[in-house]
């Protein structure tokens, strides 16, 4: 990514813009004037990007371009309005850009065993000549956008760059085989392809030990991946059942049998988190990714029983899932610190919401206070907690948390 920044100023001028931000909301006190050198490299971004997309073809920019998006909808998501308006915006951007180009980026190979399972094309040479589909880097920013688009869902503002993804992929399927219209098995498609071993494109020069590193996160990766499009998921489900749609029974039975697929699919990753201990070294990566993403599908869990079973009391899977994130959790703070547990901001939003432990909820909540110095989104989360908890407590019931975003402020936990 810093790479195209060096020699493409649109990128540039994001990489400049989140940087001066993310130093600014650091400090004590922020600099006005800091904060105002970063909005003018956003708009000096805006504008170019505003030109590239205009273009009749931008296959041979889309590394650019799709670069430059998803540091503006990192930068909204840390910073931007109450609302969340530019950043609903820049993903209505991105839908409205793959449905125009997508056709031609997303395109599928023949003959494949498997619909949903067919791999991207890329006729990528790095030689300069024509590139005619998504390049691994391209594959691998949209996938990075899309992981967002599905947290920005939970919140009621993304969802769209997801259901055009998925509207390209399953275009070629018939009427007659909605069966294999399988988003999470359609989702783990372009996971795959967006991230190859580096040293198919490095050869031997690419370090044993980041190849072995690269082979060990591969998995972990995937599961994030596939914990994200549940995610979208669950938020298209929560939609339904907002309006009493009689499509939600079906729905809530298809995302079931998704979420213990996907458990049965990792379920060694999930067994060797459930093992792992304060004492087990954190400087592996793979142990730090163990403990920061495992809790997500644990949240996912928490997010669809929320949803489906509203006004149950907690049960055991639920209470199974919060002692999983909460282990998690305790571990990464006690190795990472506030920052490290920023990485598990959604999981522990949903933990807090659904827990009936009342040194939990107090340990979480002061974890939010301490998060607002990484984003607004953390501080607007901050406030939403302070003021949902106690009413949830004193009612003895769950609060709709749609409802109470629109009452209050919105936010985005990616």
Not at 87 to 108: I, P
Not at 147 to 174: E, R, T
Not at 315 to 320: D, E, K, L, P
Not at 375 to 404: C, M, S, W
Request: with cysteine; hydrophobic share 40%; glycine share 6%.
């Amino acid at each position: 990514m810093f790479n195209i920044a060096q020699d493409d100023p649109m990128v540039m001028h994001m990489v400049l813009a989140l940087g001066l931000q993310e130093m600014n909301s650091q400090r004590n006190e922020p600099v006005v004037s800091s904060e105002q050198q970063s909005v003018m490299h956003y708009s000096s971004a805006l504008r170019i990007l505003s030109d590239g997309l205009a273009r009749t073809d931008t296959t041979d920019n889309l590394d650019k371009l799709l670069t430059t998006l998803w540091l503006m909808i990192l930068y909204e998501q840390q910073f931007g309005d109450a609302k969340c308006k530019a950043y609903s915006s820049h993903l209505q951007g991105v839908a409205s850009f793959l449905q125009l180009r997508g056709g031609k980026l997303l395109e599928l190979p023949d003959g494949s065993t498997n619909d949903t399972q067919k791999s991207l094309v890329s006729k990528e040479t790095h030689t300069g000549s024509e590139q005619t589909h998504m390049s691994i880097y391209a594959a691998r920013m949209l996938v990075w956008i899309a992981l967002m688009d599905a947290a920005a869902a939970s919140s009621g503002v993304g969802g769209q760059v997801n259901a055009a993804i998925f509207s390209l992929l399953f275009s070629n399927i018939g009427d007659g085989e909605a069966s294999k219209q399988d988003p999470v098995k359609a989702f783990a498609a372009l996971h795959r392809y967006s991230n190859p071993l580096y040293r198919i494109t490095w050869g031997d020069a690419y370090p044993q030990s980041e190849l072995l590193d690269d082979v060990e996160n591969r998995n972990i990766y995937a599961l994030l991946g596939q914990c994200a499009i549940l995610r979208f998921m669950i938020a298209q489900l929560a939609t339904l059942c907002r309006s009493s749609s009689k499509e939600a029974t079906t729905k809530t039975a298809m995302i079931w049998n998704s979420i213990k697929e996907v458990g049965e699919l990792f379920r060694e990753l999930i067994d060797v988190a459930n093992e792992l201990s304060m004492a087990t070294d954190n400087s592996h990566r793979l142990v730090a990714n163990i403990r920061a993403i495992v809790p997500f599908y644990h949240a996912v869990v928490l997010d669809f029983m929320r949803i489906t079973a509203f006004k149950e009391p907690l049960g055991g899977q639920q209470r199974s899932a919060l002692k999983s994130i909460m282990n998690l959790a305790y571990q990464s703070y006690k190795h990472g610190g506030d920052e490290a547990l920023t990485r598990v901001a959604w999981p522990l939003f949903l933990a807090v919401l659904e827990t009936d432990d009342m040194l939990h909820r107090d340990w979480i909540l002061d974890r939010f206070d301490a998060f607002g110095k990484y984003g607004k989104n953390y501080e607007r989360a901050h406030r939403f907690l302070v003021n949902t908890v106690p009413r949830q407590q004193q009612i003895g019931k769950r609060l709709d948390l749609r409802d109470q975003m629109e009452k209050l402020e919105l936010f985005v936990l990616a």
